[in-house]
Protein backbone atom coordinates (compact mmCIF):
# COMPACT_ATOMS: atom_id res chain seq x y z
CA UNK A 1 0.00 0.00 0.00
CA UNK A 2 2.74 2.87 0.64
CA UNK A 3 3.78 2.98 -3.35
CA UNK A 4 1.79 3.31 -6.17
CA UNK A 5 2.48 0.74 -8.79
CA UNK A 6 0.00 1.41 -11.67
CA UNK A 7 2.41 3.29 -13.75
CA UNK A 8 0.89 5.43 -16.74
CA UNK A 9 3.25 4.27 -19.48
CA UNK A 10 2.18 0.64 -18.99
CA UNK A 11 -1.59 1.06 -18.13
CA UNK A 12 -2.51 3.92 -20.11
CA UNK A 13 -4.66 1.71 -22.24
CA UNK A 14 -6.36 0.19 -19.76
CA UNK A 15 -5.69 1.80 -16.08
CA UNK A 16 -6.85 -0.17 -13.08
CA UNK A 17 -8.40 1.20 -10.49
CA UNK A 18 -6.51 0.61 -7.79
CA UNK A 19 -6.68 2.45 -4.17
CA UNK A 20 -3.23 3.22 -2.60
CA UNK A 21 -2.33 5.58 0.00
CA UNK A 22 -0.27 7.64 -2.20
CA UNK A 23 0.64 7.99 -5.87
CA UNK A 24 2.54 10.72 -7.78
CA UNK A 25 2.62 12.50 -11.45
CA UNK A 26 3.64 9.18 -13.00
CA UNK A 27 1.01 6.77 -11.80
CA UNK A 28 -2.44 6.28 -11.42
CA UNK A 29 -2.99 4.59 -8.16
CA UNK A 30 -6.06 6.78 -6.52
CA UNK A 31 -5.24 8.46 -3.54
CA UNK A 32 -7.11 7.11 -0.29
CA UNK A 33 -7.28 8.10 3.26
CA UNK A 34 -4.52 5.75 5.44
CA UNK A 35 -5.39 3.66 8.22
CA UNK A 36 -4.11 6.01 10.88
CA UNK A 37 -7.25 8.59 10.50
CA UNK A 38 -9.93 6.20 12.28
CA UNK A 39 -8.37 3.51 13.87
CA UNK A 40 -7.64 3.39 17.51
CA UNK A 41 -4.09 2.20 18.44
CA UNK A 42 -3.24 3.50 21.60
CA UNK A 43 -0.55 1.07 22.04
CA UNK A 44 1.19 2.83 20.20
CA UNK A 45 0.34 6.33 21.02
CA UNK A 46 -2.63 7.20 17.76
CA UNK A 47 -5.84 7.63 17.99
CA UNK A 48 -8.78 8.41 15.66
CA UNK A 49 -7.90 11.50 13.79
CA UNK A 50 -10.68 14.04 15.27
CA UNK A 51 -9.09 13.36 18.73
CA UNK A 52 -5.84 13.05 17.82
CA UNK A 53 -5.45 16.62 15.88
CA UNK A 54 -7.77 18.25 19.06
CA UNK A 55 -4.81 16.67 21.33
CA UNK A 56 -1.70 18.24 18.74
CA UNK A 57 -3.24 21.78 18.38
CA UNK A 58 -3.94 21.91 22.46
CA UNK A 59 -0.14 20.82 23.13
CA UNK A 60 1.07 23.34 20.06
CA UNK A 61 -0.30 25.74 22.29
CA UNK A 62 1.89 25.00 25.53
CA UNK A 63 3.98 28.04 23.87
CA UNK A 64 4.19 31.08 22.29
CA UNK A 65 6.03 31.54 19.25
CA UNK A 66 8.41 34.02 20.55
CA UNK A 67 9.35 30.65 23.61
CA UNK A 68 9.79 28.31 20.89
CA UNK A 69 13.33 27.28 20.15
CA UNK A 70 14.33 28.75 16.61
CA UNK A 71 15.49 25.45 15.15
CA UNK A 72 14.35 22.81 13.03
CA UNK A 73 13.13 19.72 14.58
CA UNK A 74 13.00 16.27 12.70
CA UNK A 75 12.35 12.71 13.83
CA UNK A 76 12.45 9.77 11.37
CA UNK A 77 14.93 6.75 10.34
CA UNK A 78 18.42 7.06 12.32
CA UNK A 79 19.99 6.65 9.07
CA UNK A 80 19.01 10.36 7.76
CA UNK A 81 19.00 11.95 10.78
CA UNK A 82 22.88 11.10 10.31
CA UNK A 83 22.69 12.14 7.11
CA UNK A 84 21.45 15.40 8.31
CA UNK A 85 23.97 15.90 11.70
CA UNK A 86 27.38 15.07 9.00
CA UNK A 87 25.65 17.43 6.52
CA UNK A 88 23.91 20.24 8.57
CA UNK A 89 25.75 20.40 11.90
CA UNK A 90 28.32 22.69 10.67
CA UNK A 91 25.84 24.76 9.07
CA UNK A 92 23.26 25.13 11.05
CA UNK A 93 21.48 23.86 14.88
CA UNK A 94 19.67 20.89 15.29
CA UNK A 95 17.37 20.77 18.36
CA UNK A 96 17.95 17.20 19.07
CA UNK A 97 15.80 16.11 22.27
CA UNK A 98 13.51 18.95 21.85
CA UNK A 99 10.34 18.54 22.13
CA UNK A 100 8.01 18.56 18.77
CA UNK A 101 5.55 21.01 20.03
CA UNK A 102 9.09 23.62 21.02
CA UNK A 103 11.03 24.19 17.83
CA UNK A 104 9.25 26.41 15.40
CA UNK A 105 9.97 24.43 12.44
CA UNK A 106 9.58 20.89 11.67
CA UNK A 107 10.91 18.93 8.82
CA UNK A 108 9.16 16.45 6.48
CA UNK A 109 11.31 13.61 4.86
CA UNK A 110 10.03 11.31 2.60
CA UNK A 111 12.09 7.56 3.06
CA UNK A 112 10.84 4.56 1.27
CA UNK A 113 7.31 6.35 0.31
CA UNK A 114 5.08 8.17 1.86
CA UNK A 115 4.59 9.09 5.25
CA UNK A 116 1.79 9.06 7.25
CA UNK A 117 3.72 11.75 9.34
CA UNK A 118 2.83 14.43 7.33
CA UNK A 119 -0.77 15.24 8.40
CA UNK A 120 1.21 15.51 12.42
CA UNK A 121 3.68 17.51 11.34
CA UNK A 122 1.24 20.16 9.59
CA UNK A 123 -0.86 19.70 12.63
CA UNK A 124 1.45 21.10 15.67
CA UNK A 125 1.56 24.59 14.80
CA UNK A 126 5.19 24.61 13.68
CA UNK A 127 6.04 26.07 10.42
CA UNK A 128 7.09 23.04 7.75
CA UNK A 129 9.86 22.10 5.90
CA UNK A 130 8.79 19.85 3.43
CA UNK A 131 11.87 18.42 1.60
CA UNK A 132 10.45 17.84 -2.35
CA UNK A 133 8.21 15.41 -2.18
CA UNK A 134 8.08 12.84 -5.07
CA UNK A 135 4.48 11.41 -3.35
CA UNK A 136 1.39 12.64 -2.44
CA UNK A 137 -1.70 11.53 -0.58
CA UNK A 138 -5.22 12.40 -0.98
CA UNK A 139 -4.89 15.99 0.99
CA UNK A 140 -1.41 16.63 0.17
CA UNK A 141 -2.19 17.97 -3.11
CA UNK A 142 -4.31 21.15 -1.56
CA UNK A 143 -0.99 22.30 0.22
CA UNK A 144 0.62 25.53 -0.89
CA UNK A 145 3.81 26.48 -0.85
CA UNK A 146 5.15 29.29 1.34
CA UNK A 147 1.22 29.63 2.60
CA UNK A 148 1.18 26.14 4.33
CA UNK A 149 4.99 25.25 4.43
CA UNK A 150 8.13 26.35 3.06
CA UNK A 151 9.70 23.99 0.18
CA UNK A 152 12.85 22.68 0.61
CA UNK A 153 15.04 21.34 -2.41
CA UNK A 154 16.55 17.72 -2.60
CA UNK A 155 19.76 19.46 -3.43
CA UNK A 156 21.66 21.54 -1.79
CA UNK A 157 19.72 20.47 1.23
CA UNK A 158 21.13 21.51 4.25
CA UNK A 159 21.70 24.82 2.71
CA UNK A 160 18.58 25.42 1.94
CA UNK A 161 17.09 24.46 5.49
CA UNK A 162 19.51 26.86 7.27
CA UNK A 163 18.37 29.65 4.95
CA UNK A 164 14.60 28.39 5.44
CA UNK A 165 15.29 28.62 9.28
CA UNK A 166 16.91 31.68 9.24
CA UNK A 167 14.62 33.22 7.23
CA UNK A 168 11.87 32.22 9.56
CA UNK A 169 13.64 33.85 12.64
CA UNK A 170 14.31 37.22 10.92
CA UNK A 171 10.25 36.92 9.72
CA UNK A 172 9.02 35.49 12.78
CA UNK A 173 5.30 36.58 12.23
CA UNK A 174 5.38 35.31 8.30
CA UNK A 175 6.92 32.03 9.76
CA UNK A 176 4.16 31.92 12.57
CA UNK A 177 1.52 32.48 10.07
CA UNK A 178 2.41 29.70 8.02
CA UNK A 179 2.13 27.35 11.04
CA UNK A 180 -0.83 28.50 11.33
CA UNK A 181 -2.22 27.94 8.12
CA UNK A 182 -1.05 24.59 7.92
CA UNK A 183 -2.63 23.74 11.44
CA UNK A 184 -5.56 25.86 10.02
CA UNK A 185 -5.89 23.30 6.80
CA UNK A 186 -5.39 20.16 8.59
CA UNK A 187 -8.48 21.25 10.78
CA UNK A 188 -10.78 21.75 7.85
CA UNK A 189 -9.87 18.31 7.39
CA UNK A 190 -12.46 16.58 9.61
CA UNK A 191 -13.37 12.58 9.93
CA UNK A 192 -16.68 13.92 8.35
CA UNK A 193 -14.85 15.33 5.33
CA UNK A 194 -12.95 11.76 4.86
CA UNK A 195 -15.60 9.88 4.92
CA UNK A 196 -17.07 12.19 2.52
CA UNK A 197 -13.94 11.75 0.56
CA UNK A 198 -14.30 7.79 0.87
CA UNK A 199 -17.95 7.97 -0.62
CA UNK A 200 -16.72 10.34 -3.38
CA UNK A 201 -14.09 7.50 -4.79
CA UNK A 202 -17.09 5.01 -4.42
CA UNK A 203 -19.45 6.88 -6.23
CA UNK A 204 -17.02 7.81 -8.66
CA UNK A 205 -16.07 3.93 -8.64
CA UNK A 206 -19.51 2.94 -9.32
CA UNK A 207 -20.05 4.97 -12.54
CA UNK A 208 -17.98 2.89 -13.88
CA UNK A 209 -19.20 -0.53 -13.23
CA UNK A 210 -21.33 -2.38 -15.67
CA UNK A 211 -22.31 -5.03 -13.10
CA UNK A 212 -26.06 -5.69 -13.23
CA UNK A 213 -27.32 -6.59 -9.76
CA UNK A 214 -28.44 -9.72 -11.03
CA UNK A 215 -24.97 -10.84 -11.68
CA UNK A 216 -23.71 -8.73 -8.43
CA UNK A 217 -25.71 -10.46 -6.33
CA UNK A 218 -24.45 -13.91 -8.11
CA UNK A 219 -20.62 -12.93 -7.51
CA UNK A 220 -21.61 -11.84 -3.80
CA UNK A 221 -23.27 -16.28 -3.98
CA UNK A 222 -20.31 -16.89 -5.18
CA UNK A 223 -18.08 -14.81 -2.24
CA UNK A 224 -19.65 -15.74 0.21
CA UNK A 225 -19.46 -19.73 -1.00
CA UNK A 226 -16.16 -19.09 -0.76
CA UNK A 227 -15.89 -18.15 2.08
CA UNK A 228 -17.09 -21.89 3.32
CA UNK A 229 -13.72 -22.88 2.61
CA UNK A 230 -11.62 -20.78 4.76
CA UNK A 231 -14.59 -19.93 8.19
CA UNK A 232 -15.33 -22.62 10.53
CA UNK A 233 -18.62 -23.87 9.74
CA UNK A 234 -21.06 -23.60 13.09
CA UNK A 235 -23.64 -25.59 12.00
CA UNK A 236 -24.17 -28.01 9.16
CA UNK A 237 -25.91 -26.47 5.88
CA UNK A 238 -24.73 -23.24 7.19
CA UNK A 239 -23.21 -22.22 3.91
Known sequence: MDKPTINRTEHASMPLPL?????TPDHMDIPFPDWSFWVDRSEINIRPWDEEFRSIKKGSKRRNWSKKHPFAYWKGNPDLFLLFVWNCFSVMTLSSG?????????????????????????????????ISPQY?????????????????????????????VDWGNSH???????GRAAQEYMGSLSMDRVYD????????GTRNCKLSCRSGRR?????????????????????
Request: net charge positive; with cysteine; proline share 7%.
Open 19 to 23: FRYCT
Open 98 to 130: QHKYYARYKIYAEGYAWSVSLKYILSCGCCPLI
Open 136 to 164: QDFFSRGLVPHKNYLPIPSTDMCPAIKFA
Open 172 to 178: PSEAEAI
Open 197 to 204: HFMYLYSQ
Open 219 to 239: LLWKYAKSLCFVLPMKSKGSC
